[in-house]
């Protein structure tokens, strides 16, 4: 992940695959699999975010615009 962050809201909290799961990668695979684009949506607003609502909230999301287009893509 671009930054990682301790919440608890996140991938590592979660059971599934102990918290090492890539649920986007996987997905991306898939989709190349049969030969289509992968379409996600990614939405700014992330109040569980302990930075959102202010300035140093927007590297965090622009961090997150990279990891999608830098690891998953084409999107």
């Known amino acids: 992940m671009a930054q990682q962050i301790l919440c608890t809201y996140s991938k590592r909290k979660s059971k ?3 918290g090492k799961g890539d649920v986007l990668k996987e997905l ?3 989709c ?5 684009q992968i379409r996600v949506y990614i ?3 992330d109040r569980n975010h302990p ?6 909230y927007n590297d965090v999301f622009v961090g997150m615009m990279k990891e999608l287009f830098q690891n998953y893509g084409p999107i």
């Open 16 to 18: 599934w695959k102990n």
């Open 43 to 45: 939405s700014p607003w």
């Open 51 to 56: 930075d959102y609502g202010t300035e140093k």
């Open 28 to 30: 991306s695979t898939a």
């Open 32 to 36: 190349k699999e049969v030969w289509t």
